[in-house]
């Protein structure tokens, strides 16, 4: 008689080194003027790009910068937390103002947020999922499903550009 075994969950680093390395991805960003620390989507890859919100407590203006997909004219990210529990505060905010503004190697766009719903977000996770294979495993330590946000463009705003 074979015992099944549960597949291990894989490997996180801990909290701390997550946060420091996205302190870092952050300081290189803004010490090469965001001529470094942003990049394209390849083939098989994600790129990354600076997400700028509004505060749904402050009002302020918020940065991070995320991974993401294209997918026609839109952006498409994942609100993971570092796969950690709860959401991350762009997510909220995005939740709370959707209209924000994203910088990309090629320039900004002015987007609205919002979560992909029903064969939308299936057909957006598969995509995750041809990516990084063990996507599944780690959305699996969330207690709660992670959104997939989609970033279209806002219409009626032309794009700016810094004109690299």
Sequence with gaps: MSVERQAKPPHLPPRWFIRLAWSVHRGVYRVFAGRVGLWRPRANAWGTLRLTTTGRR????????????????????????????????????????????????????????????????????????????????????????TAVVVLEPRLGTPDTSRGN
């Design 58 to 145: 402050t009002g302020r203006q918020h940065s991070v910068i995320i991974a993401y997909l294209e997918d026609g004219p839109n952006l498409v990210s994942l609100a993971m937390n570092g796969w950690g529990e709860g959401e991350p505060a762009w997510w909220l905010n995005l939740l709370a103002h959707p209209d924000s503004t994203v910088d990309l190697v090629d320039g900004r766009r002015l987007v609205r947020g919002r979560a992909a719903t029903a064969d939308e977000r299936m057909r957006l996770w598969a995509r995750w999922r041809e990516i990084d294979t063990k996507l599944d495993a780690y959305a699996a330590r969330r207690p709660s499903e």
